[in-house]
């Protein structure tokens, strides 16, 4: 059974060339083989130890694809992935601006051979502009986009929300739509063609309701003064009794009157919920009611009410909550915990089909499986272009 006839996903049948990158290019790579796509991935030949392949990879973000070792500073190597490429629907990699052209595998290469190929190209800053060249990382992506500036507390200063709205949020997503944008355009026009994907372009796009909220003068740009940046105090975290922390989000009037009768506030003279004067008195009160109970006493009183509320869980504690469980949202896949493939499709689920490959690993498979015979794999393995 080919890899093809396994897949179930509603990307069952597409096949994707990864050239081998770090951080939100797997990522993308694992958002589209999670819904069934043949994602191969081209690693270094000079990263092949097949002492790994007999015991497990425990980096999820690489799972569900195969792994060919390929020497591309051979032309053999070159001319190989190619011919992977006169098959794919879609190439994507995450390297400077100039460095596949470099390689022998730019964009103008590769069309030429597949007209129908989408090329999507993902870097920080993107393949123009001044500092298309410069090196960086996702803090500063979402420093230059308008982003970081918005993440802390008043007083303060900004705090990097980890790597998520730039690498994974403003990159990998970005992509990998970008991707399925472009092969359902070429499935229509016959023709592929170019992504550049720049993580200070798509975090951009991820501010956009505070651009508007921003034109209709609802949007101060100071830190923390803001009803989604904890500057209101019904959108915000306490601390407990037992130091832990729960989340409020009791935005609309009924979900705030709520929250207020289960804390046994509503009889109480407190300042109007949008009363901006008022903030820092109302905070001050929800700080010191929440920390007469502990966490678990106020998932007692608050779990699944209108109050908008919820525990603020560690990775490890969300994968025994209830709700989670129920869901199935985090699995475990050869003993590895891991979130499950999402969005979820009623007819056409995506799975996580195989566990994270060694560079490698998959070489002879995966070759066969798109048209190298043994022969040819032979005489690249012999002239050093593959591991």
């Given at each position: 059974?080919?890899?093809?006839?396994?897949?179930?996903?509603?990307?069952?049948?597409?096949?994707?060339?990864?050239?081998?990158?770090?951080?939100?290019?797997?990522?993308?790579?694992?958002?589209?083989?999670?819904?069934?796509?043949?994602?191969?991935?081209?690693?270094?030949?000079?990263?092949?130890?097949?002492?790994?392949?007999?015991?497990?990879?425990?980096?999820?973000?690489?799972?569900?694809?195969?792994?060919?070792?390929?020497?591309?500073?051979?032309?053999?190597?070159?001319?190989?992935?190619?011919?992977?490429?006169?098959?794919?629907?879609?190439?994507?990699?995450?390297?400077?601006?100039?460095?596949?052209?470099?390689?022998?595998?730019?964009?103008?290469?590769?069309?030429?051979?597949?007209?129908?190929?989408?090329?999507?190209?993902?870097?920080?800053?993107?393949?123009?502009?001044?500092?298309?060249?410069?090196?960086?990382?996702?803090?500063?992506?979402?420093?230059?986009?308008?982003?970081?500036?918005?993440?802390?507390?008043?007083?303060?200063?900004?705090?990097?929300?980890?790597?998520?709205?730039?690498?994974?949020?403003?990159?990998?997503m970005f992509m990998a739509f970008g991707i399925v944008c472009g092969?359902?355009?070429?499935?229509?026009?016959?023709?592929?063609?170019?992504?550049?994907?720049?993580?200070?372009?798509?975090?951009?796009?991820?501010?956009?309701?505070?651009?508007?909220?921003?034109?209709?003068?609802?949007?101060?740009?100071?830190?923390?003064?803001?009803?989604?940046?904890?500057?209101?105090?019904?959108?915000?975290?306490?601390?407990?009794?037992?130091?832990?922390?729960?989340?409020?989000?009791?935005?609309?009037?009924?979900?705030?009157?709520?929250?207020?009768?289960?804390?046994?506030?509503?009889?109480?003279?407190?300042?109007?919920?949008?009363?901006?004067?008022?903030?820092?008195?109302?905070?001050?009160?929800?700080?010191?009611?929440?920390?007469?109970?502990?966490?678990?006493?106020?998932?007692?009183?608050?779990?699944?009410?209108?109050?908008?509320?919820?525990?603020?869980?560690?990775?490890?504690?969300?994968?025994?909550?209830?709700?989670?469980?129920?869901?199935?949202?985090?699995?475990?896949?050869?003993?590895?915990?891991?979130?499950?493939?999402?969005?979820?499709?009623?007819?056409?689920?995506?799975?996580?089909?195989?566990?994270?490959?060694?560079?490698?690993?998959?070489?002879?498979?995966?070759?066969?499986?798109?048209?190298?015979?043994?022969?040819?794999?032979?005489?690249?393995?012999?002239?050093?272009?593959?591991?």
């Amino acid at each position: 059974m080919t890899y093809e006839e396994r897949a179930l996903g509603p990307l069952s049948g597409i096949r994707i060339v990864e050239l081998a990158g770090i951080g939100p290019g797997p990522f993308a790579g694992m958002l589209l083989s999670d819904m069934g796509a043949d994602v191969v991935r081209i690693d270094r030949a000079q990263q092949v130890n097949p002492a790994n392949f007999g015991r497990q990879n425990l980096e999820p973000l690489y799972r569900g694809r195969r792994s060919v070792g390929v020497d591309l500073k051979k032309p053999e190597g070159v001319e190989l992935v190619l011919r992977l490429v006169e098959r794919a629907d879609a190439l994507f990699e995450g390297y400077r601006p100039g460095v596949t052209e470099r390689l022998g595998l730019g964009p103008d290469v590769c069309l030429a051979r597949n007209p129908r190929l989408v090329y999507a190209r993902m870097t920080g800053w993107g393949q123009e502009g001044p500092l298309a060249q410069a090196a960086g990382h996702d803090i500063n992506y979402i420093a230059l986009a308008g982003a970081l500036a918005h993440f802390g507390r008043a007083g303060g200063k900004p705090t990097p929300p980890i790597n998520l709205v730039g690498d994974f949020g403003g990159g990998g997503m970005f992509m990998a739509f970008g991707i399925v944008c472009g092969i359902l355009e070429a499935q229509r026009s016959g023709q592929g063609q170019v992504i550049d994907v720049a993580m200070v372009d798509g975090t951009a796009v991820l501010m956009t309701m505070m651009w508007g909220l921003k034109a209709l003068g609802f949007w101060d740009e100071r830190l923390g003064v803001n009803v989604l940046d904890t500057g209101a105090p019904f959108y915000d975290t306490y601390e407990t009794a037992d130091g832990k922390f729960v989340s409020l989000g009791s935005l609309e009037p009924q979900f705030y009157a709520e929250l207020l009768a289960r804390l046994g506030l509503d009889g109480e003279d407190l300042p109007a919920q949008m009363d901006r004067s008022g903030w820092d008195r109302l905070r001050e009160r929800f700080t010191e009611v929440f920390r007469t109970k502990t966490r678990a006493e106020w998932d007692e009183l608050l779990a699944g009410t209108d109050a908008c509320y919820a525990p603020v869980l560690t990775m490890s504690e969300a994968a025994q909550h209830e709700h989670v469980r129920a869901r199935g949202t985090i699995v475990e896949r050869d003993g590895v915990p891991q979130p499950a493939p999402a969005p979820r499709f009623s007819r056409t689920p995506g799975e996580i089909t195989r566990p994270a490959p060694w560079p490698g690993q998959h070489t002879d498979e995966a070759l066969a499986d798109w048209g190298v015979d043994a022969g040819e794999i032979t005489k690249l393995r012999e002239a050093g272009a593959i591991a």
